[in-house]
């Protein structure tokens, strides 16, 4: 029989056989070298129950090829290139803080390749109303460096305020690159990158290919967000830039968030963190000599911070291994605010550990959520931490995107990672942990307002959640490791 004639006969045993051989590869792969038990559990029933849609599904977004193949490498070098030799800090954790927060810095020093450092002046900025002016502002006086990081850029009017005043700040020879993440870039159509290069703006996708799109990376994301002007002004935190923040765009419906203005050495680990995905994206390298002049040396006094990188490289695990620190040296209180709260079991464990522990802990989320199947997960989560005395708190009024978190009002961490197995384990995240009690009381006020502004959610509250709804939400609670 000839071979063309074998495969027009038995084709159907074919494509079983390949599906079969396929799925039954991918299946082994996920049990093999996933660490949480509800992935693992979900691939392989993905890939052994649909054998060719399941491993493909898998190859895509399943398979983690940045930590484990040569970019980690070249990400870990570029990334000490930009750092140089870490400065030994001589900061005093206890005198900022308190005494237990001495083994918490140990945590940071272990897995943050930044130095704690003093010196820095950092300004809470609440909402886009605060941000965005002191965003712009700091462009519009810009006089030679401008470096611009964001997961969403979107083509609206707000937006269209960035583009004007990078223009404007480019044709006054003020050197300009700004990097957005690919799939980000995709919430505004058409893309702002379109509006930057029109102005012949210096711009990048990051994990995009020529379709826009790198198949292999997609479930992969940059979640930072950046802008450090002349080396000197720094800016971070959970905005991403659009309309929606701004009350002069938004009116009533506006949304809330949380920003940081830094200056002082901190602005350069920030540098350090755009440079080093600058340079993995396009392949340049930041001079430092251009790029890092201005920013501050290391310092004792002022406020210490530092800059806690995260993502599925080599610091994979960092933010998680600092929340995990931070709840084991709670003594008092642990204030968090997150707008999608969906936290794995051993994070529950660390804060049901904290409050059985006699400490205070208190959980803000948004009453009125952006995203609907997280809303209904995280519903679906809340019993296991009420049960052990934690209280939470849904928000009433407009959706708040505030990532913020404080331990015992001394200690507080913020940036753009949210509590939720996308923050945690595949996105690219940038937050910065603050050693200093005037910033965890203002950060612990705004939180505090958000209760007084909330309804607390108990188990009783729960339980009058009418059966197919509870239903749904604990099927759609399933899939929280993909959402």
């Known amino acids: 029989m000839r071979i063309y004639d074998f495969v027009t006969t038995y084709w159907p045993h074919i494509v079983f056989l390949a599906g079969l051989t396929a799925g039954t590869a991918a299946a082994i792969h996920a049990a093999m070298t996933k660490n949480e038990v509800r992935a693992a559990i979900g691939w392989v029933g993905i890939c052994l129950m649909s054998p060719l849609l399941g491993p493909t599904l898998y190859l895509i977004m399943g398979v983690n090829r940045i930590r484990h193949d040569r970019i980690t490498k070249q990400r870990g070098r570029a990334l000490r290139n930009y750092v140089g030799h870490a400065e030994v800090s001589d900061v005093d954790v206890v005198a900022c803080s308190a005494s237990q927060f001495t083994s918490l810095r140990t945590v940071g020093?272990?897995?943050?390749?930044?130095?704690?450092?003093?010196?820095?002046?950092?300004?809470?900025?609440?909402?886009?109303?605060?941000?965005?002016?002191?965003?712009?502002?700091?462009?519009?006086?810009?006089?030679?460096?401008?470096?611009?990081?964001?997961?969403?850029?979107?083509?609206?009017?707000?937006?269209?305020?960035?583009?004007?005043?990078?223009?404007?700040?480019?044709?006054?020879?003020?050197q300009i690159r700004v990097l957005i993440d690919g799939i980000g870039s995709r919430y505004s159509r058409p893309p702002s990158i379109h509006l930057l290069r029109k102005h012949g703006i210096r711009c990048a996708l990051f994990m995009a290919g020529r379709l826009g799109l790198r198949l292999p990376y997609a479930n992969l994301r940059s979640h930072r967000k950046i802008l450090v002007v002349d080396g000197r002004i720094g800016f971070t935190g959970g905005m991403n830039i659009r309309e929606g923040f701004a009350s002069r765009v938004a009116g009533p419906d506006v949304d809330h968030d949380t920003h940081f203005r830094v200056e002082g050495p901190l602005v350069r680990q920030l540098t350090s963190v755009f440079a080093d995905d600058w340079e993995f994206t396009t392949s340049e390298s930041l001079a430092k000599a251009v790029w890092f002049a201005g920013a501050g040396g290391p310092d004792t006094s002022g406020v210490p911070a530092r800059c806690i990188r995260s993502g599925p490289d080599w610091s994979i695990g960092n933010t998680h291994s600092m929340l995990l620190g931070a709840m084991a040296v709670a003594q008092q209180r642990i204030r968090i605010q997150s707008p999608y709260f969906l936290p794995d079991q051993v994070l529950v464990g660390a804060l049901n550990t904290a409050a059985l522990r006699g400490v205070e802990v208190d959980i803000v989320i948004p009453g009125r959520n952006n995203l609907r199947l997280v809303n209904y997960a995280m519903t679906a989560q809340l019993a296991q931490v009420i049960r052990s005395s934690c209280r939470v708190w849904r928000s009433r009024g407009n959706f708040d995107h505030s990532k913020l978190l404080t331990i015992d009002g001394a200690w507080s961490y913020v940036g753009s990672s949210n509590l939720d197995p996308r923050s945690l384990r595949l996105n690219f995240e940038l937050d910065v942990e603050i050693y200093d009690r005037g910033m965890a009381s203002t950060i612990e006020q705004r939180i505090d307002d958000a209760i007084a502004r909330s309804d607390a959610v108990t188990l009783e509250t729960l339980a009058r959640i009418p059966f197919r709804r509870r239903l749904r939400n604990r099927i759609i609670w399933l899939a929280s490791p993909y959402l």
């Not at 502002?137 to 990078?166: K, P, W």
């Open 109 to 174: 020093d272990r897995i943050s390749r930044y130095p704690l450092v003093g010196g820095n002046d950092i300004e809470l900025l609440p909402g886009g109303d605060e941000a965005y002016p002191a965003m712009l502002a700091a462009i519009e006086a810009a006089e030679r460096t401008i470096i611009l990081q964001s997961y969403i850029f979107d083509n609206d009017e707000e937006g269209r305020r960035f583009v004007r005043a990078l223009a404007d700040a480019q044709f006054r020879g003020v």
